[in-house]
């Protein structure tokens, strides 16, 4: 299937690794120009390099701490200096860290809002115009499967990425005449480093051997599994894919039938 994205041009924020990484990946191998986002420059020149090395697409990056006030003008300069524009934006945090609701600190959580919330909105509406303009684009977010199902221990987490999903329904509604789809991408159980960093604290936390703590997870995941990084990539190539141009609004789940809701 030919997604129509040969030529196209996309910002993936926190693409240093994980699914970010990814996204990133699988966009450029569809032929897009993408721009990697982190903190990290050695992992950022070497995932660039990588990628373009691969053909098709290629990649560019700039180093980008979300935590830094600045970094909303940093990324919209970068998107405008080396894509000379954005088609296809993936909004991607890190995570906040773990722990019960009752437990959390209110400073950590208005920090964290800043960083996963409002940075996300602004560097959104930042890109959102030329989109509109040009008729075509593609708003792309990813959240958590915690924002159906609250996932235990990860308080913060469910709490601000629930915040993202009225904005994008929101938004949605207000630009779908206008040829831009904005939906976000829930993911379950996806291998990533943070997820291995997720496990750990657990079974650090309950006092069981890590195999012990993973063989637990699984078992609740209809699949039997944690799904790959490229399976999370595909559904986000796809939205972002001229063949998903009726697809918005939507919290797209990509969790092995995790989320036991309707």
């Known amino acids: 299937m030919d997604f129509g ?57 700039v180093v980008c701490d979300l935590t830094d006030s600045g970094a909303v003008d940093t990324l919209a300069n970068a998107a405008a200096e080396v894509l000379g524009g954005v088609d296809i934006l993936v909004n991607n945090t890190g995570g ?85 789809t904005v939906n976000m991408l829930l993911p379950g159980r996806i291998h990533t480093e943070r997820v291995d960093e997720l496990d750990g604290a657990a079974a650090k936390r309950t006092g069981k051997s890590l195999d012990d703590t993973r063989s637990a997870s699984r078992a609740t995941i209809p699949a039997g599994r944690y799904g790959t990084v490229e399976e999370f990539a595909s559904v986000c190539a796809f939205l972002a894919s001229a063949n998903a141009s009726y697809v918005t609004g939507g919290l797209i789940r990509c969790d092995g039938g995790a989320i036991k809701s309707v």
């Not at 993408?34 to 560019?60: C, F, P």
Request: with cysteine.
């Open 5 to 61: 994205l040969t030529g196209k041009r996309a910002l993936v924020m926190s693409s240093s690794r994980g699914l970010g990484l990814g996204c990133a990946q699988m966009l450029a191998a569809e032929g897009v120009h993408v721009l990697l986002t982190g903190r990290s420059s050695d992992k950022l020149a070497q995932a660039a390099a990588e990628i373009t090395a691969k053909g098709k697409g290629k990649a560019d990056y």
């Open 96 to 180: 906040p860290p773990p722990g019960r609701m009752v437990d959390a600190d209110v400073s950590v959580l208005a920090a964290q809002f800043d960083t996963m919330v409002l940075n996300v909105i602004a560097l959104t509406a930042r890109l959102l115009p030329a989109m509109q303009a040009q008729k075509w684009g593609r708003v792309i977010t990813l959240g958590s499967s915690g924002v159906i199902q609250p996932i235990p221990n990860l308080g913060l987490s469910n709490a601000l990425r629930s915040a993202l999903v009225g904005w994008s329904k929101s938004l949605s509604n207000d630009v779908a005449a206008d040829g831009v």
